[in-house]
Nanobody
Framework: QVQLAESGGGLAQTGGSLRLSCAAP????????MGWSRQAPGKEREFVAT????????YYAESVKGRFTISRDNAKNTLFLQMNSLRPEDTAVYYC???????????????????WGQGTQVTVSL
């Protein structure tokens, strides 16, 4: 089992940037495929980005491609999401998640993740 804790959310202006972090204490971090999802008020949780165990493979939702970058530091047990060119529609609670399926390279379906953090709020103003 892995404990996940997001940080780095806050308020940004349109066109601005934020960097989210997800700490996962413990030695097993590198065995998980990791991902970010988000949930806006009144909407279902949606997939944002995923990264393979080594960090060599990534995949993004079309809505964030070219603006967001997912990365991980396995030595520090930390997952990141660099968010640039933010838009008001990026406003949501952002969650990091871990997939323990050993057969997965990356995981693009939010429902397949086993472990979730508590979320961090991102608000983008006009």
């Amino acid at each position: 089992q892995v404990q996940l804790a997001e940080s780095g959310g806050g308020l940004a202006q349109t066109g601005g940037s934020l960097r989210l972090s997800c700490a996962a204490p413990g030695r097993a971090f590198s065995i998980y495929v990791m991902g970010w999802s988000r949930q806006a008020p009144g909407k279902e949780r949606e997939f944002v980005a995923t990264i393979s165990r080594s960090g060599s493979s990534t995949y993004y939702a079309e809505s964030v491609k070219g603006r967001f970058t997912i990365s991980r530091d396995n030595a520090k047990n930390t997952l990141f999401l660099q968010m640039n060119s933010l838009r008001p529609e990026d406003t949501a609670v952002y969650y990091c998640s871990a997939d323990s399926d050993p057969s997965a390279l990356i995981t693009t379906n939010s429902r397949r993740y086993d472990y979730w953090g508590q979320g961090t709020q991102v608000t983008v103003s006009l």
